[in-house]
């Protein structure tokens, strides 16, 4: 049973009371049902926490940024020219992945060149424990602003949610839904609606991205814009994450996702 598409349904069909339709008689589409239905997006939260300089992380633990653990295998080549972006651990995603998008297991490696907007991707199957820390090739040329941004380690857990709209939409459209609509879906999908300050007394730890659901889009209507909700009906989100000014898209096509093909990544961006 596809329960993303039984949640859709039932907000499709949710009788809404009188406030929220005549929100939308004012022109506030956002709150029609059928609005609220396709723009209903479950998504794995990327929640980074510092890793100090000294501090060593387990292996087969989630990682942002500085050095990956890599398999001590002689075909597991460094993309040149490309920044360790991340290291997931997908057996601990299972909880947000609702349309069991991602394999079950398995560290998931992403690779990102800024310059060039291009991006790649490793599977690794085996045993966690006897990953390897492995530093950078050495940068040719003197450090930049890329460097020092790549350069920040961190540890990553997850957090699995849903959210109704676009990012920046969500919490105004949430706090305007009635409690139960928003209880009814935690109910079938199995997790609850993001809430957006939940980390707001806690500095250690910041949401870096997301995995799956919708990118996030500065702008909807320009040309990008509507390249990427075209390219939303193949391919799956892998990782949206911020730098600068800008959200950049990480997309690997479904049919590769399901065959744990990851040897070509597509890469979107909406630049504020």
């Not at 929220?20 to 926490?49: C, K, M, T, Y």
């Not at 460094?78 to 992945?97: M, S, T, V």
């Not at 730890?205 to 814009?225: I, N, R, W």
Request: charge should be negative; proline fraction near 6%.
């Amino acid at each position: 049973m596809n329960i993303l598409r039984v949640a859709r349904a039932f907000v499709a069909d949710y009788p809404m009371s009188g406030s929220l339709r005549q929100s939308e008689r004012e022109g506030d589409h956002r709150l029609a049902p059928q609005f609220l239905a396709a723009n209903l997006h479950p998504s794995i939260e990327v929640v980074e926490s510092k890793l100090g300089d000294a501090q060593d992380a387990p292996p087969g633990a989630s990682l942002g940024k500085g050095s990956p653990q890599l398999p001590g295998e002689p075909h597991w080549q460094w993309p040149e020219d490309h920044y360790f972006l991340a290291q997931f651990n997908l057996a601990r995603c299972k909880l947000g992945d609702v349309q069991q998008q991602l394999p079950a297991h398995g560290m998931l490696y992403l690779f990102f060149n800024p310059r060039a907007m291009s991006a790649a991707a490793y599977y690794f199957e085996g045993n966690s424990e006897l990953l390897i820390s492995t530093a950078a090739p050495p940068a040719r040329g003197k450090p930049d602003g890329y460097a020092r941004f790549f350069a920040r380690r961190a540890l990553i857990s997850f957090d699995a949610g849903f959210r109704f709209g676009a990012w920046q939409d969500s919490a105004e459209i949430h706090a305007a839904l009635p409690e139960d609509l928003l209880a009814a879906v935690s109910q079938i999908l199995g997790i609850e609606a993001f809430d957006d300050r939940r980390y707001f007394n806690d500095p250690t730890k910041s949401v870096a991205g997301h995995m799956l659901g919708a990118p996030t889009l500065l702008s909807e209507d320009d040309a990008d814009g509507q390249r990427i909700r075209r390219l939303m009906d193949r391919y799956v989100l892998l990782y949206n994450f911020s730098m600068a000014d800008s959200y950049i898209h990480l997309w690997i096509e479904a049919t590769r996702l399901a065959a744990c093909d990851f040897s070509r990544i597509e890469v979107t961006s909406s630049i504020g």
